[in-house]
C-alpha cells in the first residue's frame, strides 16, 4: 500500500476508483469522486498513483488529466495541457506560479484497488 499527502491513516474516508490495471502507464484519466473531477496519474517508473485537481486554476478549465506527467528535477509534476505550467503531483504546487496550487489527495492501493481520499 501506498499514500500521498498528510493525513492519519484513521481519520481517512478512503473511496474506491478503479482496478490498478485499468490506468495506464504515464498517463492521466479523470474520475468523478464525490462530485469532483480528479485527475488520476500512474507513474510507470515509481509505480505510483496519484490524484490531484482536474481543474486547472491558470487555464480555468478541467484539464489536467490530459497532461504530460514528468519530473522537474526529483518532483514528479504533470504538465498542463494549456499553458504548460507544471503542478508537483505530490503538494499540488505550482512550479513555476506558486500563488496557484491544486489539491492533492492520498492514494492508496490495496489488493490490486485504487482508493483516494477526497
Not at 485499468?22 to 469532483?36: E, F, N, P
Request: hydrophobic share 40%; net charge negative.
Amino acid at each position: 500500500m501506498n499514500a500521498h499527502a498528510a493525513s492519519s491513516e484513521e481519520t481517512i474516508q478512503w473511496t474506491p476508483v478503479c482496478d490498478k490495471q485499468a490506468l495506464t502507464a504515464d498517463t492521466g484519466v479523470c474520475a468523478l469522486i464525490k462530485g469532483r473531477q480528479i485527475a488520476l496519474f500512474y507513474s510507470g517508473k515509481l509505480d505510483e498513483v496519484f490524484a490531484v485537481d482536474n481543474f486547472d486554476p491558470i487555464g480555468k478549465a478541467n484539464v489536467l488529466s490530459r497532461g504530460i506527467i514528468g519530473s522537474q528535477g526529483e518532483r514528479i509534476c504533470v504538465a498542463s495541457p494549456l499553458y504548460k505550467q507544471h503542478f508537483d503531483l505530490k503538494t499540488g504546487e505550482c512550479l513555476e506560479e506558486p500563488e496557484h496550487r491544486l489539491t492533492a489527495y492520498a492514494v492508496k492501493i490495496d489488493n490490486g484497488k485504487v482508493y483516494v481520499a477526497v
